[in-house]
């Protein structure tokens, strides 16, 4: 089946203890992305990557780093987690350039909690 | 910057129509629409290109005026199932790379 895997889909964590949370996608997709979602400001982009080796920052990239060793995967690091990093977490990925018939695939999100 | 969605919220009856906007201070290449359920992912309904109008689902459609940079997502003869939260997403005027959401709009169907 045709999905973009997430993991954990839950974490609770303490303020400064590194984190990385995991995404694969099996669709053979050359563009990937994170964003998180907080209550009254919908889904805000943090990296997206268009190909292995190529990252780039999306609109709230401060505090997370990311990499894009394989194209099948791209992980989200926190390495010094705080409290307002506490959020709903999507890695999503698409075919290629903008178009019908490339639209992103959301995985079904981690919810991290940064006490 | 995020492109501004109105309204905010809206209540429908089964049947009735609705009208989603999507504004952007910027020139876009693409307008993106997505819808939320509850607890779930985003999933897909459409994209429009510069210079098109698609419609991605039978009661669904909607439209890109390039020159406002605005869309506008057009959900007619209601159903429950439409019920959840709707999204536009924009780039940044390049066919690829940034792509940012507005707030989303929260749309209730009752029967």
């Known amino acids: 089946e045709a999905q973009v895997t997430q993991n954990p889909r839950y974490l609770i964590t303490v303020t400064g203890k590194k984190l990385t949370v995991t995404c694969s996608q099996n669709?053979?997709?050359?563009?990937m992305s994170w964003y998180r979602q907080d209550p009254g400001l919908g889904l805000r982009q943090i990296y997206y990557?268009?190909?292995?080796?190529?990252?780039d920052k999306g609109d709230v990239p401060e505090g997370y780093k990311v990499s894009r060793k394989e194209k099948r995967n791209f992980p989200l690091i926190l390495e010094s987690p705080s409290p307002n990093q506490t959020s709903l977490y999507f890695c999503a990925s698409s075919l290629g350039p903008w178009g019908p018939n490339s639209p992103l695939h959301f995985g079904n999100g981690t919810r991290l909690t940064v006490t | 910057q995020q492109p501004v969605q109105s309204p905010q919220a809206v209540i429908l009856r089964e049947g009735e129509d609705a009208v989603i906007n999507c504004s952007s201070s910027?020139?876009?290449?693409?307008v993106h629409w997505y819808r939320q359920k509850h607890g779930e992912a985003p999933v897909f309904l459409m994209i429009l290109l510069k210079g098109g109008e698609q419609k991605g689902h039978e009661k669904i459609s909607a439209s890109f005026n390039e020159k406002k940079q605005q869309s506008s997502l057009y959900l007619t003869a209601s159903q429950l199932s439409y019920s959840g939260t709707y999204f536009c997403g924009t780039d940044g005027g390049t066919s690829y790379g940034k792509l940012t959401f507005g707030q989303g709009t929260i749309l209730t169907v009752h029967p």
């Open positions: 669709m053979n997709h050359e563009y």
């Open positions: 910027k020139a876009l290449y693409s």
């Open positions: 990557s268009m190909n292995v080796e190529v990252t």
